[in-house]
Structure formats: C-alpha cells, structure tokens
C-alpha cells in the first residue's frame, strides 16, 4: 500500500512520455523546447481529481465554472506557434487551470496570465506555486482588454475565442511580436497567428478549432456561451 504514490507518479509520468511521442511529434509537433516543456509539466494536476486518469487523454477535459482545459495538441500547436525565446515577456488571455501557463512558464523570462474569473485564476495560482512555477504572475481582468501596465509584450496567447482579434491585444503587442488566438463564431473558430511588422500586423489562419468565448469589452458579450471543445 505505501508504494500506491509513487506508482500512480510513474504511471503519470509514462503516460506523459507516450502523450508526447503519440499525440505530439507524430502530429507534427517539432519545437523540442516545447516538447521537453510538455514532458515535464504533470498535466493531472490542471484537471479536476475525478479526471486524473484522464489526464494525458488526447482530448480536453472540463474543469471548475463551465471551462475546459485543451487537449494536449492544441497547447501543443498554439506553444509551437507563439515561437517564445528564453527572454521573451508572454501576456496569456484565458488561465483556466494554468496548465497553458505552466508549460510557457518553462519557455520564457516571465508569464503574465489573465484570468476574468477569480476563482479560477486563485486555484491557477496556488497549482503553478506548487510546482515551483515562480516566473508567473496571475491577474484578474477583462482579458479582452489585455494588460497594458506590464506590456508591451514579445508573445501574446488567448485561450478563449473572440469574434475578432481585440484591439488592445494588438496595441500591446511589441513589434516583431506575435499572437496567437483563436477567431470565429460561437460555434467555428480558425487558430490564427498575427506578426507585428512595425504599424502592419499580418494574419495567417490556421487549423479549424472550437474554444470556449473571450468575454469582454472587445470580445462577446457575456450572455450565451458557446460549449467547450478544446480551451486550455
């Protein structure tokens, strides 16, 4: 019975090995930093406990106030595509269950992670402590406002979906910077990468995906949301 701890840490730690080779490199996943960042951050403690078992699932999984944490692809693909550098400043939209920000917490100089529900962001904070995770800083906010007192940022991500890319994400934005958020309906959104060029910002969509709503001023109202697929 003493060794059940460790054995649940090693069948943990196997099934986030396979996550990696299964479900990330043979998928197209090529950024080792990103790789070693997700074959080190233990993904079960971001979900709810009825879901550890769960936990390196190819699919997301719901957690606490009708939000979800994306499937281990998708942080994948958005990491791989935010292209973040050891001195890079990162604004996050969306904490969720922190786990997009435990993993960017690995690849930059320092995280800056909003969150517009407080609850959220506290459970967020106290699980990223725990792991030892101190270059992160957690704040509540409309996310669709971004945060302008830390910026300008080299990387901005939104785990959430807007009906188009806010504004003040892109004012806040350094130049050569890049974005990465998904844009579309309540229903369809396509993973979009923006590059600042100076004044010019280019878009370039990706891959289809489904994320729960960015609620804001410069987002969606907050009445109807939209159901979770693949958020954080």
């Known amino acids: 019975?003493?060794?059940s701890g460790s054995d649940a840490n090693e069948q943990f730690d196997?099934?986030?090995q396979a996550m990696v080779q299964q479900q990330l490199r043979q998928k197209g996943i090529r950024d080792e930093r990103v790789l070693?960042?997700?074959?080190?951050?233990p993904r079960e403690a971001?979900?709810?406990?009825q879901d550890k078992s769960l936990a390196y699932d190819d699919r997301a999984l719901p957690i606490e106030w009708c939000q979800t944490i994306s499937q281990p692809y998708i942080v994948g693909l958005m990491s791989q595509w935010l292209d973040v550098h050891e001195q890079h400043k990162v604004l996050e939209i969306g904490t969720g269950s922190g786990y997009q920000a435990a993993i960017l917490a690995k690849l930059a100089r320092h995280v800056y992670t909003l969150e517009r529900l407080a609850a959220l962001s506290r459970d967020a904070r106290t699980r990223l402590m725990d792991l030892g995770l101190t270059n992160v800083t957690c704040l509540v906010g409309d996310g669709s406002r971004g945060f302008p007192s830390?910026?300008?940022y080299d990387r901005i991500i939104t785990t959430a979906?807007?009906?188009?890319?806010p504004a003040a994400?892109?004012?806040q934005l350094a130049d050569a910077g890049k974005l990465v958020i998904p844009v579309g309906s309540h229903e369809e959104q396509v993973l979009t990468l923006v590059e600042r060029q100076a004044s010019r910002f280019i878009e370039t969509p990706g891959i289809a995906c489904r994320f729960v709503p960015l609620i804001g001023e410069q987002a969606w109202p907050e009445t109807g949301s939209a159901s979770d697929s693949t958020k954080r």
């Open 161 to 165: 979906a807007a009906p188009t890319v």
């Open 14 to 16: 196997l099934a986030r």
């Open 36 to 41: 070693a960042a997700m074959a080190t951050v």
């Open 150 to 152: 830390f910026g300008p």
């Open 169 to 171: 994400l892109l004012e």
């Open 46 to 49: 971001f979900v709810r406990p």
């Open 1 to 3: 019975m003493g060794h």
